[in-house]
């Protein structure tokens, strides 16, 4: 197909422009265009990775893209044939609309929840891979009912402590609920790399990818089969199980898995009704993130108000930022030294001291961190998908440690 030149435009219900727009979204490879942010100002992905979309490009997208999705083996209208049930194709979240009030039933409880990590693996010098200690934990529930929510329990996440992303199988996209579930708004397509990494609403250029298979394997007692994913942003190597009744809300949590990687929900690695057990994914410009569940657990009371999309006397919120963690993550004792961490870019970094993130900065930031011991330390700067700004680097305490280039200072007057 030919490509559509995008343009920012804000659109209230779906009309034949939203028609015609979104089958460009999921049926077109996107144009790369500088990607601009809520705020107006250009993404800072745009230099470092395939540009994104504006998020305000992208209106109610109608079931009309799950033809792509029909196509492929073993997708809904295989199934659809197969069962004689007549299961109409998901279709995308509109951006600027609210949700109706979700309707589920008491059985809907029954489901599963997992303990997720994010990690980013170590490579030693000998080529090795280290699993680190620290982790960014996630807690899932899967619900029969085909809906997935995904509590962000640790504080070292680019986003708050206790915020969540919710995604039910009729839907493409997903919800970002505010903590405590007071307010939410629509994560359409494309969009969770940019939320994870820049805590920004950018839309990511999305692709159909490239699958291959790579056996299979054996995790938390399941049987696994692994599939490689790959994209412009990098690879996935994703290992899933089938699980009984968990297959419509494994499918939901493989589409917010790919979607880091900037893949179509229609993809094929997520039309096999499975749960995602483990994915590791490599990116094109080096680094690698680690994303396993420890812990899986069947459950038959996970609370409805856990589980509706979108959630319970929730407010619709589409133009706020969402809330964000930054400063120091780990506290030293006061009676050590301090270290002065200063961000001039505008992207967020960890600051690494040796293999745990010890402060998290937003763009132009400046922190101090205290409790360092006196001495030389390993200094990295890290994003959160594991990607390196600049070379680790032996760095003194008590002392000062920048990344990017510090803007000029203007000459004082004579």
């Not at 979240?93 to 489901?111: K, T």
Request: aromatic content about 6%; hydrophobic content about 40%; proline content about 9%.
């Amino acid at each position: 197909m030919g490509t559509f030149r995008w343009v920012e435009a804000r659109v209230v219900g779906s009309g034949w422009l939203s028609m015609v727009l979104s089958i460009g979204l999921l049926g077109c490879e996107p144009a790369p265009t500088q990607a601009t942010a809520s705020s107006g100002s250009p993404s800072p992905n745009a230099s470092l990775e395939p540009p994104a979309l504006a998020s305000a490009a992208l209106p109610s997208i109608p079931s009309v893209a799950a033809s792509e999705r029909d196509a492929e083996p073993g997708g809904d209208a295989a199934m659809s044939q197969e069962s004689g049930a007549g299961v109409s194709p998901p279709t995308v979240l509109e951006a600027f609309a609210p949700m109706e009030p979700d309707s589920l039933l008491p059985r809907d409880s029954a489901g599963a929840t997992l303990d997720m990590q994010f990690r980013w693996p170590q490579t030693r010098r000998d080529g090795k891979v280290d699993k680190p200690a620290h982790a960014f934990s996630a807690t899932v529930d899967l619900s029969s009912a085909g809906r997935a929510r995904m509590w962000l329990s640790s504080r070292d996440f680019v986003l708050s402590k206790d915020s969540e992303i919710r995604g039910r199988w009729d839907r493409y996209g997903f919800l970002f609920v505010w903590p405590q579930g007071t307010r939410y708004r629509p994560i359409l397509p494309g969009v969770t790399r940019a939320l994870f990494v820049e805590r920004r609403w950018d839309v990511s250029p999305l692709s159909s990818g490239i699958e291959s298979q790579e056996g299979t394997g054996n995790r938390l007692g399941f049987d696994t089969e692994i599939v490689v994913v790959s994209g412009p942003f990098g690879a996935c190597r994703l290992e899933q199980a089938s699980i009984v009744g968990l297959e419509t809300a494994g499918e939901v949590l493989c589409r917010l898995l790919l979607d880091l990687l900037g893949i179509r929900p229609t993809t094929a690695a997520c039309s096999r009704r499975q749960v995602p057990l483990h994915a590791s994914y490599s990116w094109t410009g080096g680094g690698s993130l680690e994303v396993e569940v420890g812990n899986f657990r069947r459950r038959t009371d996970i609370p409805l108000e856990h589980l509706a999309v979108p959630p319970v006397e929730a407010i619709f919120n589409p133009h706020q930022q969402p809330p964000h963690s930054e400063g120091v993550l780990v506290k030293g004792d006061s009676k050590r030294e301090t270290l002065v961490a200063i961000n001039h870019t505008r992207m967020i970094q960890y600051l690494m001291v040796g293999t745990k993130p010890w402060a998290l900065l937003n763009p132009k930031q400046e922190i101090h961190i205290e409790g360092l011991p006196a001495g030389k330390h390993e200094i990295t700067w890290r994003s959160f998908l594991g990607i390196d700004s600049k070379k680790a680097a032996s760095i003194s305490v008590p002392g000062e440690v920048a990344v990017g280039k510090a803007p000029e200072t203007e000459p004082a007057p004579d």
